[in-house]
């Protein structure tokens, strides 16, 4: 039995629909399910995850996003990190990261059945709310009743959706590129160190365009050209193609690397805010990240919540955002 929302010709009614799914369909949605959720890890500093060994100490070791980025900051101004052979930080290898709540929710909240919880990931502003205008606020609630998550069709996240969702990933670093390989919904992100610029403006891809560069033992990776589909939680906060992400992967000891994000977009935000979290290294030799597999347009599936009337969030466009904007102050 699934409920949907208010229809319309009906309003103030609920409709619920009984279907019968065959067995593929049925694996299908399980597979899909079972992705969004994530496994406990055991201990506060360190421990086992299905059976992968994680680092035990750390210079940093609460994974609370405020307190480990105020501390991260503090660790990196003093520790000189493992290098590669040509001299750059070596940020290579299997890593997990621990805000598993995150991709529910970007804010703090409570556990229920569906959703382990927890602070959320944005430590500017301070208060952890995302700074949202309050027309995108006013459409994000109606969100969850008409879309879709687009993981559930398998397309990309998004920047910097991929890196909090899903909790292993592994870096592949060479002097020219950063690659990154998660494990939720074939997540890959082949990012360029030499310099060149963004592909032209219309050019629009799911994990948009990124470019990195070394700022002393920091990499910075700049992302934009985003199709601004992507959601970056299960509440529906969106963002527009206008969107400019910088991220920052740093170490601050052998197995931590400091991550954090800005997300710049005046369309739906007002101002910047950045989220911060921590990833661990997984100790086992010779780790690899395993894919959850995952099709792209996800076709039985889809047929299922297009019966239901659902479709996947087809954004809104900065031209939409400025104007919703421009109506909220008149």
């Known amino acids: 039995?699934?409920?949907?929302?208010?229809?319309?010709?009906?309003?103030?009614?609920?409709?619920?629909?009984?279907?019968r799914l065959t067995a593929t369909t049925a694996a299908l949605m399980a597979v899909v399910a079972m992705s969004s959720l994530t496994p406990q890890l055991v201990g506060a500093q360190g421990g086992t995850w299905s059976g992968v060994s994680l680092v035990t100490?750390?210079?940093c070791p609460d994974n609370a996003p405020a307190v480990l980025h105020s501390c991260a900051i503090e660790a990196a101004e003093t520790f000189d990190p493992p290098r590669t052979p040509w001299g750059r930080p070596d940020l290579a290898g299997a890593w997990i990261h621990r805000a598993q709540g995150s991709f529910e929710d970007l804010e703090p909240h409570p556990s229920n059945?569906?959703?382990s919880g927890g602070p959320g990931l944005v430590v500017d502003p301070p208060g952890g709310e995302v700074p949202m205008h309050a027309w995108a606020e006013a459409r994000t609630q109606g969100h969850p009743g008409r879309y879709i998550h687009h993981n559930a069709a398998c397309f990309?996240?998004?920047?910097p959706i991929?890196?909090?969702h899903g909790?292993?990933?592994?870096?592949l670093q060479t002097p020219d590129h950063l690659v990154i390989l998660g494990s939720n919904a074939h997540a890959y992100r082949i990012i360029p160190l030499d310099g060149r610029p963004h592909v032209g403006e219309n050019i629009r891809l799911w994990n948009g365009d990124s470019s990195g560069y070394w700022e002393g033992n920091t990499l910075i990776i700049e992302t934009t050209n985003q199709?601004?589909?992507p959601w970056f939680d299960q509440r529906g906060r969106f963002f527009t193609e206008d969107a400019h992400v910088v991220e920052h992967l740093t170490l601050i000891d052998p197995d931590t690397i400091h991550y954090q994000a800005t997300v710049d977009d005046p369309n739906v935000f007002t101002r910047p805010f950045t989220i911060a979290l921590a990833y661990r290294r997984i100790t086992d030799e010779g780790y690899e990240v395993l894919p959850v597999a995952c099709f792209e347009?996800?076709?039985?599936?889809m047929d299922v919540y297009r019966f239901l009337g659902f479709t996947v969030f087809p954004g809104i466009s900065p031209r939409e955002a400025r104007e919703a904007m421009e109506a909220e102050r008149n």
Do not use: C, W
């Not at 347009?297 to 599936?301: A, D, E, F, M, P």
């Open 227 to 229: 199709n601004g589909m």
């Open 156 to 159: 990309l996240s998004g920047v």
């Open 113 to 115: 059945a569906d959703d």
């Open 1 to 19: 039995m699934m409920y949907l929302p208010e229809r319309p010709g009906h309003p103030g009614r609920r409709f619920h629909v009984s279907i």
């Open 57 to 59: 100490e750390s210079v």
């Open 162 to 164: 991929t890196m909090y």
């Open 297 to 301: 347009v996800n076709k039985s599936l």
């Open 167 to 171: 909790s292993e990933f592994q870096f």
